[in-house]
């Protein structure tokens, strides 16, 4: 398949430009390769496998829980923020790629053209064009291949696809995103949505509530192959705040501290901040999210740092209050000391058999 890319040479001291026409075969360039063929470290198809039983396990007989991955967030004009992938779908799929949709079934069902099937995964087709502008896509094989899923299909699919909701005792779902931009492509976002709202508008068995529930209980328990990417984000986190205080002096600037700790984290592989990192010296110090990050620190300042690296869809948080001329005044030491005490009261208190808000109340007692 034959394209034409169009070239404009901008000429100095001229309002011309020169159109030259180059002709390529897509199929002879090198297309950026999925992200998992540079990481070693993901997690295995069966992860999300055992989370979708899982989630399956909870859920009441002959019910039916969907999930629409995030939608595509605009920054400005024709950039997009960077994507990032809803946690929850996430945890049920693998899948980093917007415009899809996930449907887990309690039991199996049996559909047209001898299709018997317990989950089904739509997602984007491939699109060698779009490909060029955004990075490979999975695609129906790849899903199947790499996510393990049981049964994909291309989003477009999702538009006419027969599901029966009205036969089921219950559908689980999200509360509906109401702030997603039609992009007029078929199978975007936007449709899916839309599609799912037509077939199942008027309907007494959609509950909002369950699914929400469900996946609170489900992710709060980790297992060992997230405690193992947890235990990254933390350690490159605390090696971003170290290499913060051993640099850290007065004259130097909040995004200055800001670009210490996110370079530690892109060094050590992070893809993302967990959150705006919050750099805030002096007055900045005592707003609880602070990220504008601009202000010069002087000597008597501290600086608050509360920071997380995201590594592979886990996120760190980790603060500490730091003295920006390297030591604490007889007033700042006691207040510090207090709140050590605090934490170190909270950390005792993560035992086996205690409540999850057990360290918060021992810490603030």
């Not at 995103?177 to 599609?195: A, M």
């Not at 948080?317 to 207040?335: A, L, M, N, W």
Request: aromatic residues 10%.
């Amino acid at each position: 398949m034959k394209q034409t890319l169009l070239i404009l040479f901008l000429i100095p001291f001229s309002l011309l430009a020169q159109e030259i026409k180059i002709n390529f075969v897509l199929d002879s360039l090198t297309i950026s390769k999925p992200h998992s063929i540079y990481d070693a470290d993901l997690l295995p198809a069966s992860f999300f496998a055992k989370n979708r039983q899982a989630l399956r396990d909870s859920m009441p007989k002959n019910s039916v829980a969907i999930l629409f991955s995030n939608p595509i967030r605009n920054r400005s004009n024709d950039v997009d923020y960077e994507y990032h992938q809803n946690p929850n779908f996430y945890y049920l799929t693998g899948l980093r790629e917007p415009h899809s949709v996930v449907i887990i079934y309690k039991e199996h069902q049996e559909f047209e053209n001898n299709l018997a099937t317990n989950e089904i995964l739509f997602l984007q087709k491939k699109d060698k064009k779009n490909e060029l502008w955004t990075g490979k896509r999975l695609g129906i094989e790849g899903a199947v291949v790499s996510l393990g899923i049981a049964t994909a299909m291309e989003n477009e699919a999702f538009l006419s696809f027969e599901n029966e909701y009205g036969d089921f005792d219950e559908i689980l779902v999200f509360e509906e995103i109401t702030d997603i931009k039609n992009t007029f492509e078929k199978g975007d976002l936007f449709g899916l949505l839309q599609s799912f709202k037509a077939t199942s508008q008027n309907l007494k068995n959609i509950n909002t509530r369950n699914l929400r529930t469900i996946m609170a209980s489900l992710r709060q328990i980790k297992s060992e192959e997230e405690i193992v990417l947890l235990r990254k984000a933390i350690d490159m986190t605390c090696e971003a705040q170290i290499e913060l205080m051993k640099a850290l002096k007065p004259s130097m600037t909040e995004y200055e501290s800001e670009a210490i700790v996110e370079y530690v984290f892109k060094k050590n592989g992070a893809e993302h901040t967990g959150f705006p990192s919050i750099l805030g010296g002096g007055e900045n110090s005592c707003i609880i999210h602070y990220t504008s990050n601009r202000k010069k620190l002087t000597g008597k300042d501290m600086l608050v740092s509360d920071i997380g690296a995201e590594y592979h869809g886990y996120t760190a948080d980790v603060t500490r209050t730091i003295p920006v001329d390297g030591h604490f005044s007889k007033e700042e030491k006691i207040i510090y000391n207090i709140v050590l005490k605090a934490q170190q009261a909270g950390i005792d208190s993560c035992k086996v058999g205690n409540k999850f808000w057990t360290p918060h109340n021992v810490a603030t007692k």
